[in-house]
T-cell receptor, first 114, second 111 residues
Framework: GDSVTQMEGPVTLSEEAFLTINCTYT??????LFWYVQYPGEGLQLLLK?????DKGSNKGFEATYRKETTSFHLEKGSVQVSDSAVYFC?????????????FGQGTRLTINP | SQTIHQWPATLVQPVGSPLSLECTVE??????LYWYRQAAGRGLQLLFY??????ISSEVPQNLSASRPQDRQFILSSKKLLLSDSGFYLC??????????FGPGTRLLVL
């Protein structure tokens, strides 16, 4: 079945550092790809998405590019802030499935120190 | 605009007791609805989804069940809770494009 693999956490960085969280996927169809963020004690919020190869999703300074050749969707940010501390989930949705089920990675906990 | 509500926000229940968690969506019609569980330190697992009233699909066999008595209402239930049912339960909805939108979640602790 479809699956998503994220880099192991936790990740700890200093403020203004460059961030990369790796995400690779396995899918039989042509999935859409997502990054969701979960702040402490809250539900999930959509951070960004890409629906086809070479698309770049971006939001709040975060970016991720849909790379079909490497089956990857790595999350990047040039200069992180303390407020970016959260758990980040990579996910895919197979557009061929009518129910549009999401398959999530295990999540990566990010802590930014001032 | 659309909003999604879950309640209760937090619940502490003894082993063997029943469970009922509710999710409602406002501002849309005929959404797809989903229940996910996030166990401590782990990712999200899809438990149930529904594409319409009375239509429930189960992804993982367990002692939980789901129902959709109204178009925008999704209920997660159990007759007898187990310790392993503890976790953070998230409801989500989708209509149209692929994006799912999540509720605030219910934190369940079974003792």
């Amino acid at each position: 079945g479809d699956s998503v693999t994220q880099m192991e956490g936790p990740v700890t960085l200093s403020e203004e550092a460059f961030l990369t969280i790796n995400c690779t996927y396995t899918a039989t169809g042509y999935p859409s790809l997502f990054w969701y963020v979960q702040y402490p004690g809250e539900g999930l919020q959509l951070l960004l998405k890409a629906t086809k190869a070479d698309d770049k999703g971006s939001n709040k300074g975060f970016e991720a590019t849909y790379r079909k050749e490497t089956t990857s969707f790595h999350l990047e940010k040039g200069s992180v802030q303390v407020s970016d501390s959260a758990v980040y989930f990579c996910a895919l949705s197979d557009s061929n499935q009518g129910a549009q089920k999401l398959v999530f990675g295990q999540g990566t906990r990010l802590t930014i120190n001032p | 605009s659309q909003t999604i509500h879950q309640w209760p926000a937090t619940l502490v229940q003894p082993v063997g007791s029943p469970l009922s968690l509710e999710c409602t969506v406002e501002g849309t019609s005929n959404p797809n609805l989903y229940w996910y569980r996030q166990a401590a330190g782990r990712g999200l697992q899809l438990l149930f989804y529904s594409v319409g009233i009375g239509q429930i699909s189960s992804e993982v066999p367990q002692n939980l069940s789901a129902s959709r008595p109204q178009d925008r209402q999704f209920i997660l239930s159990s007759k007898k809770l187990l310790l392993s049912d503890s976790g953070f339960y998230l409801c989500a909805w989708r209509r149209g494009p692929e994006t799912q939108y999540f509720g605030p979640g219910t934190r369940l602790l079974v003792l």
